[in-house]
């Protein structure tokens, strides 16, 4: 007996799934979960003969224990997989020690049910998939849902002389660490030259895109300037810095400060935007392609003018 897997149906077989105390069976004609206790054995093993009954996707402790492991490894923020990856080494009460090291970082806590969902959700598509092969039908394609909740969890704006003082004591977070990591005098070099990009002299000529969290907390900002304007050149920007704060890492910020600055510029008529490189900036190469740089020498250069084309 064939059936059709609802957007409900598997909201509901992952609920089962989970359930470690009790095994459950879908009966395919009504939709609906069984419980198989052990006085219907006999039957539900004589009704899945008809396929009237199906087991659902394997899923015990095991299970969720990689599934833990596989979002430590796309978390980015150091602190942050550091004491998650300390919680999976304990051993004991890992699925609640985990849960609790989560909600310290509300962001990531709600970046992990969106994967978690993801993941889930994958497995009782493959599950799926197995059943409709064995109707001699064929599979559903799945897309993965994407993970992005940038727009839900911050807010992004331009900036404003208030943003300075917030986007100064950023730069000289980071610029300790640049001393930490280089060290030596080459770490102080590396240091004084990031320190550069945020000479706010002319405080009036400082421009770009922050970005904070729902509480108001600073967690990035992406900085331009203008200065080519002395030499005539009207349509072309510097990208002075792109920074997220430490705790915010990994969440996708990065990519929506260069998108929404990029599209602020656009409406300005700028045509070129160039990102010098820097000793730590390589990090940002995949991201700054992705988003249409191109690399020439150690620069990267959005065709801005190349872009507004594409989109029409």
């Known amino acids: 007996m064939t059936f059709q ?35 219907a054995v006999d039957f539900i093993e004589e009704s899945v003969g008809e396929e009237k009954f199906y087991t ?38 890992v699925f609640r020690n985990f849960k609790n090291a989560l909600s310290l970082y509300p962001e990531l806590e709600r970046r992990f049910n969106a994967y978690k969902k993801n993941y889930m959700q994958t497995r009782v ?18 897309e993965s849902e ?14 404003s002389r208030p943003d300075f003082s917030c986007i100064e004591k950023e730069a000289d977070f980071i610029a300790e660490e640049l001393r930490q990591t280089f060290t030596g005098e080459l770490g102080q070099a ?32 992406a900085l331009y300037s203008s200065d080519f304007e002395k030499n005539g050149l009207k349509k072309t920007v510097f990208l002075t810095a792109l920074f997220v704060n430490q705790n915010y890492r990994g969440l996708g910020i990065a990519g929506g400060l260069i998108k929404r600055l990029s599209s602020l510029l656009k409406a300005a008529g700028i045509h070129w935007l160039i990102f010098t490189g820097f000793s730590t900036d390589e990090i940002f190469e995949p991201l700054l392609k992705a988003n249409g740089f191109k690399k020439i020498g150690s620069n990267f250069v959005l065709d801005l003018e190349d872009c507004r084309t594409n989109e029409n």
């Open 190 to 221: 590396f240091s004084g030259l990031w320190l550069r990009r945020f000479d706010f002299s002319e405080a009036d000529r400082v421009n770009g895109i922050i970005c904070r969290t729902a509480a108001g907390e600073f967690a990035g900002a």
């Open 56 to 93: 659902l996707p394997p899923w015990n402790s095991k299970d969720g224990f990689i599934l833990l492991e596989s979002f430590c490894d796309t978390v980015r923020i150091s602190k942050a997989r550091s004491d998650l990856k300390k919680v999976l080494e304990e051993g004991r009460g």
């Open 5 to 39: 897997l609802t957007d409900s149906l598997v909201q509901k077989i992952i609920f089962a799934m989970e359930n470690q105390q009790k095994v459950f069976l879908l009966d395919a004609s009504s939709l609906e979960l069984v419980e198989a206790d052990s006085e």
């Open 146 to 159: 994407e993970i992005d909740l940038v727009d839900e969890d911050f807010s992004f704006s331009e900036c």
């Open 125 to 142: 598509f493959e599950w799926y998939g197995s059943l409709r092969e064995s109707w001699g039908l064929e599979s559903l394609a799945q």
